[in-house]
C-alpha cells in the first residue's frame, strides 16, 4: 500500500514538473515574455501557477541541464542568453554531426521506403504552417516545433550503430529548439527551410552524397539570422565548395 502511494506521490510530483516546464516554454518561445538574460522569480512562479516551490526548482534545474535557463549564484534563475556565435556553433555542429548521420544511414542501404514517405508528410505540415492564416509569431513559433519533430524523425532512423552521432544530436536538440526560436521565421525564410528539406530528403532518396553535402552545408550560409540576400550568397559559396571537391 504505501510503496502504490509513493509511486502515485512521485507520479503526481513529475506532474507538475511537467506543467511547469512547459509554461516556461510557452512564455520564452511562443508568448515571449521571458526573453534573453530575463530573471525567473520561483515565487512568483509558485503563486501564478498555484504550486509550492519544490516542482519548480526541480523543473529549473531540469530546464538548466538542457541550456535554457541557467542558474546566478546569489541571484537566481535567468533564461539562457544565447550569443550569435554561439547560435552558429550549434547550428555547425548540427550540421556536422547529421552529415554523418545520414551519410551512415546511406551506407547501410539507405531509407526505407515508408521512412522517406514520413519524412516527406513531416515537410508537408511545415508547408500547411506557412500557408495558415495564423499571426506571424503564432505562425513562427509552430513551423520551429514542426521542423524540430522533421529533424527527429531523422534522428531516430540509424536503429543500430551510429550510437555516438545519435547521442550528441540528441544530446543538444534542446539547444538546437533554441536557435529555432531566437528568430522570428518570415514567410520567405520558411520557403527557404521546406525547399532544403526537400532537397535533403531527395538526395536520401537517390543515395546521391555530393547532393546531400550540398543541401546540408547549404544551411551553413542561408542561416535566419544572415538576413536577406543570404541564400544568393549561399549558391555562390555551395559553387566554390563544389570546385574545391
Known amino acids: 500500500m504505501m510503496t502504490a502511494l509513493k509511486a502515485l506521490a512521485a507520479d503526481s510530483d513529475e506532474k507538475l514538473k511537467e506543467r511547469v516546464d512547459r509554461y516556461i516554454r510557452e512564455q520564452i518561445f511562443q508568448k515571449r515574455t521571458l526573453r534573453c538574460g530575463d530573471r525567473i522569480h520561483e515565487r512568483e512562479l509558485a503563486r501564478t501557477l498555484g504550486l509550492s516551490r519544490t516542482p519548480i526548482r526541480e523543473a529549473l534545474k531540469e530546464l538548466e541541464e538542457q541550456g535554457l535557463v541557467v542558474a546566478v549564484k546569489y541571484r537566481g534563475w535567468f533564461v539562457a542568453d544565447f550569443h550569435e556565435e554561439e547560435v552558429q556553433e550549434i ?35 511545415l508547408e500547411e504552417v506557412l500557408c495558415s492564416d495564423e499571426p506571424e509569431e503564432t505562425k513562427s513559433f509552430e513551423f520551429a516545433e514542426r521542423e524540430m519533430d522533421f529533424h527527429l524523425f531523422l534522428y531516430s532512423l540509424p536503429k543500430e ?41 531527395n538526395s ?8 546531400l553535402r550540398q ?15 543570404a541564400e544568393a550568397e549561399a549558391e555562390k559559396n555551395s559553387r566554390e565548395r563544389d570546385k574545391e571537391d
Open 204 to 211: 536520401l532518396k537517390k543515395g546521391d552524397r555530393a547532393a
Open 91 to 125: 547550428n555547425k555542429i548540427r550540421t556536422l554531426l547529421e552529415y554523418n548521420l545520414f551519410e551512415f544511414l546511406l551506407s547501410r542501404g539507405g531509407l526505407k521506403q515508408e521512412d522517406l514517405l514520413r519524412a516527406e508528410e513531416l515537410n508537408r505540415r
Open 215 to 229: 543541401s546540408l552545408f547549404k544551411r551553413l550560409d542561408i542561416a535566419p539570422w544572415l538576413g536577406r540576400g
Open 161 to 201: 550503430g551510429c550510437y555516438w552521432t545519435k547521442k550528441l544530436l540528441l544530446n543538444i536538440s534542446y539547444q538546437i529548439r533554441c536557435t529555432l526560436h531566437r528568430w522570428v521565421y518570415q514567410e520567405e525564410q520558411m520557403r527557404i527551410g521546406i525547399n532544403s528539406h526537400t532537397m535533403l530528403i
